[in-house]
């Protein structure tokens, strides 16, 4: 089921117990169903924006060459939902942005799925790209959540991948 309101009514989420629990904090949500991007846009964006830079981490159908069926999140629920505010809280600061937000699904995702959006909203693009480059890789660097990758042939932890040399990173 997609997110059917708007992003920041923080509908109540079920944890993995099936118990219901609250959204972790203004702008971050850990869920177990697709995501909605365009519902998270059209929350964040206001009339001060000159830019909303959107990042969708997707599910693509090979690792390294090798076939991917699907994969399977998890995460130190808790610990990732503290990181991902702390994240979200230091880029606005940090970049002068106006708004984040930031989406993480958990649990078995397909080929094509959206695995995690960074939504970020800003007066002008240079800020808001920035934030959004640096909140994607101190994310995979920093918060307690792992990706397992099911072949056809068997599966593994995934370790992320290394940030291509070619491309340069946004000031840390």
């Not at 869920?31 to 519902?39: F, G, K, L, N, P």
């Not at 999140?73 to 600061?93: G, P």
Request: a neutral charge; one cysteine or more.
């Amino acid at each position: 089921m997609a997110l059917s309101e708007p992003f920041l009514s923080m509908e109540r989420e079920m944890n993995r117990d099936g118990q219901k629990s609250e959204g972790v904090g203004p702008n971050v949500l850990m869920v177990r169903h697709a995501i909605d991007t365009q519902a998270v846009l059209a929350r964040l964006k206001c009339g001060d924006d000159g830019a909303a830079v959107v990042f969708e981490g997707v599910v693509r159908n090979q690792t390294r060459g090798r076939r991917t069926l699907y994969l399977d999140y998890e995460a130190y629920e808790t610990m990732a939902s503290q990181e991902l505010k702390k994240l979200a809280t230091e880029a606005l600061r940090k970049f002068q942005v106006r708004e984040v937000a930031i989406v993480h699904r958990l649990g078995r995702l397909e080929i094509g799925e959206i695995s995690v959006l960074i939504v970020v909203a800003s007066a002008h693009r240079g800020p808001s790209f920035d934030a959004c480059r640096w909140i994607i890789d101190t994310l995979k660097r920093t918060v307690p959540i792992w990706k397992k990758e099911y072949f056809a042939d068997g599966a593994v932890w995934a370790d992320g991948e290394p940030f291509p040399a070619e491309i340069p990173r946004a000031n840390s």
